[in-house]
Every structure is written in C-alpha cells, then in structure tokens.
C-alpha cells in the first residue's frame, strides 16, 4: 500500500498545500498551516458514519405494552427464571453430562405445547427417534412438539422463517451446531460464537424465547467463549450430583430477575419431579440426635432451605500429620473456624482429623452457617449431641463474636413449620416470632459451655 502524503491546510482559507511553508500563497496569512493526516485506505473503506439506515429512537417515559412473560407449567422452573419465559429471551442452561438437562426441557417443551403454543426442539447430539423413546419413557409422546435432528444454523434458521416463530425454540446444544459461513469445526470458539449470534438475533427479531443448551468442562464452567455468556440474558446452571436424587436448578446471570433463586427437582423413573419443600428432601432420615449434627437454615432467594451439616473428629497418634476434608463448604473457611475455636476458646483440634460434610451433596456459601458448622464441630469434639430439634444461625468474626444475619426471621418460621422449636444464633435477632424457643449467643465461648457442659 502508497505511504499517504502529508497535507497542510491553511486554518485561515482552507487553502491545501503539499509541504509546509511560513506565508499561505492564498490568503497571505502567516504561520496559519496546519498539518493533516489524510485517510488512509483502510479509513476508508471502513469509515461507517455513513450510507446505513436510519435506527429508530424509542423514549424511555414512553407507554406501550411490556413483554408478558410465558409460564413453563413447571413452578419450579419459572421460580428460577424469575417468573416465566420473556419473549425473545436467549437462555443458557449448563450442566454436568447426564444430570437431566435434555430431560427438563423436554418436559418444559411438551407443556408448553400441550397448552396451544409452539414449540421447536432441534437436537444435534440425538436422532429424532431417541428423543422421541425418552419422551415416550416420560410419557410425552402426545406432546405437539416440532422435533428435528440438525446441525446446520442456515438450515435451522431457513426453516424457522417459513412458519410461525414458536413460543419456544431449543437448541441441544450450542456446541454441536456450525455455520458453513465460519471456518472450523463445531464446537471451536469462532462456531460457537458465530452460531449463537444468529439464533439470538432471530430470537429478538421474532419474540421467540430462546433455550441453548451448553457443555460444561471438568471444573463445571460452561465450556467455549466467555463472550457467549455476555449474549444471552440468562445464564442458568443445572447442579447436583448423580448419585444423588435431588437437582438445582440455579441463575447466574439473569438480566429480567433476581439470580439469587432456586429450583428443586428431584429425578424420578418418569423424570424429574418438582421439590416443593426442599428442607424435607435435604433432612430426611434423621429420627434422633447424633454427635457432631447440626440443622442450619440456609436461604435461596426467597427460599429458606434446612440442611443438616455434618462433623466428624478422628485423633491422631503423636506425629501424623492430621487432614482436613470439606464437602460442600469451603475449605478456607473451615479453617478459619477451626483457627477461631482454639484461639479463642480453647479446643484442639491440630492433632485430629476433621471432616465436614453438608448432607444431600448441598452447597452452601452462606456465611450464616459458621455458628453451625462450629456447633456440630464442637459437638463431634465432646461426642456430645446437640439439642433435639434445634437449628443454629449466625457469622462468626475472627474475635469470636456472633454476628447478625439477613432474613433470620424468614428463616426461623420456616424451621417453626417443620416442627423445630428451638433456635440459637446472635443475641439481637428482631421478629422471631411467639412460642419459639431462642436463645441468643454474643461469643463463640457461650457455645463451647452450651455443648460442652
């Protein structure tokens, strides 16, 4: 390519002159030259300040109808999504393999389309004939759902626009889908990226509500460009281990609700079954009090959760080196509260193995939990039980003081309601309620003498 040459414009005239001088040769002035860096050839063919249509401008204060979101038929569901679909929403649901991902939204699919509205379910990992023998296994094969096996956007997308746009359109998965316009094989970063954009854009372009299914890789991040998880407006991840019943279904991202709420399913023969109350689920099998047993009552959204966190002390012979095993807590922070328990109070645990363990394969991240977590660690200890039908909240700061917790009433009432009648957590807890035992805790030591003495 020709090096662009230098220009010189008078600021006086305009006038335009080839090299630089004192005096401009047209209107006489002095030192009015200017240099100009021309447009060089790739400015211009890529200058966009002209020659696209007009965008329409919509005002903000404007009245017109909202989008009105469509109901799954599935509570649990629509209670993680923040209420139902929204029309021309993208959707990306990850998961480990086989935890039941295709299985839920085929279900979701077939009462959908059970209720009058269409729906298109487009598999790239599955014939149509599979999909069709798990949908008669769960019993949906009435279900008018347009099934098709296809791994071609251009495909996709010519179809979709010789009918009418669906109510729900389901591509499993995003990884398997290519466009003949992008170099590389499916599943690449340039294919996936590519082949979301344009079924996003019909999505918002049709009001169809858009569901993409995505791999996870080993750590259980959704596999491919992190740009994909910018695109869509809800991000949703489906958890649980499977050899364990329950499922949760979790929003990362969700840019029409709050990603703070949960849906329960439990896998059943005929699939996956709503949890309407979790905290039975997640306690089930407790008919009297074990050492090292404690109930803690966790929040997910606007959900309160019971679940049974689990301790275990083992001593050492002099010498070995003691472990430290989590599951379903966070392992720094265990050992912060051991650090607190033998600073502060006392215990030792540095020549014992310690085990913790959240029952049902729950997760928690709730600071709320340490005073539990302390509880059945103290009680593993002293190989004492903690007292019969009792629940335990509250932070513990590193000077051993328990602090206050969000929503303590909301969570207090729903132990009240599985029959718990007795409660410790911080000292000053507002609206707990009449006819609920409560005994309020300042410092990690008031516990120590609880269990211990």
């Known amino acids: 390519m020709a090096k662009p040459k230098k220009r010189y414009v008078c600021q006086a005239c305009g006038s335009i002159s080839h090299r630089w001088q004192g005096q401009c040769a047209d209107c006489a002035e002095w030192n009015t030259l200017v240099e100009d860096v021309p447009a060089t050839v790739f400015s211009q063919k890529h200058d966009l300040s002209s020659g696209g249509r007009a965008v329409e401008f919509v005002d903000l204060d404007k009245p017109g109808a909202m989008p009105v979101r469509q109901p799954t038929g ?84 010519t179809t979709l626009h010789t009918m ?18 992008i170099e590389g094989a499916p599943g690449t970063v340039s294919q996936v990226r590519g082949c979301a954009f344009e079924l996003i854009r019909y999505a918002k372009e049709s009001g169809a509500a858009l569901v993409l299914v995505g791999h996870v890789t080993k750590d259980g991040s959704i596999a491919g460009p992190r740009v994909l998880e910018h695109m869509v407006d809800v991000v949703m991840s489906f958890e649980g281990e499977r050899s364990h019943q329950y499922r949760i279904l979790r929003a990362l991202k969700n840019r029409f609700g709050a990603v703070d709420e949960i849906g329960v399913f439990a896998m059943a023969g005929e699939g996956l079954e709503e949890v309407e109350n979790p905290s039975m689920l997640f306690l089930s099998g407790r008919e009297q009090p074990l050492a090292g047993s404690a109930v803690f009552p966790a929040v997910e959204g606007t959900r309160p959760v019971l679940v049974e966190i689990q301790a ?24 912060m509260l051991l650090a607190v328990l033998e600073s502060r109070c006392g215990l030792n645990f540095s020549s014992a193995e310690v085990y913790l363990n959240v029952a049902g394969g729950y997760r928690l991240s709730d600071p709320a939990a340490d005073l539990a977590v302390a509880a059945a660690l103290v009680s593993a200890l002293a190989d004492k039980p903690l007292p019969d039908r009792s629940v335990w909240l509250g932070e513990v700061s590193l000077a051993g003081e328990i602090r206050p917790v969000a929503h303590a009433a909301l969570r207090l009432r729903e132990a009240a309601k599985l029959g718990f009648d007795r409660s410790f957590g911080p000292a000053d807890v507002p609206g707990r309620g009449d006819g609920f035992a409560y005994s309020g805790l300042v410092q990690l030591a008031n516990l120590v003498d609880r269990v211990i003495c």
């Open 312 to 335: 275990l002390i083992v001593r050492l012979q002099s010498g070995a080196t003691p472990r430290r095993a989590v599951v379903g807590w966070d392992n720094g922070r265990l050992a």
């Open 74 to 157: 599935l509570a649990e569901f629509d209670r993680a999504l923040g209420g139902g679909l929204v029309p021309g929403s993208a959707i990306l649901m990850g998961g480990d393999p086989g935890i039941g991902k295709s299985t839920l939204l085929l279900q979701a699919a077939a009462k959908i389309a059970r209720e009058g509205r269409g729906v298109v379910y487009v598999s790239g990992e599955e014939a149509a004939g599979q999909v069709r023998m798990r949908a008669a296994r769960l019993g949906l094969s009435d279900a008018p759902v347009k099934l098709a096996a296809a791994t071609g956007v251009r495909d996709i997308l």
């Open 164 to 181: 009418p746009p669906p109510s729900l359109l389901v591509i499993d998965s995003i990884q398997t889908m290519h466009s003949d316009t």
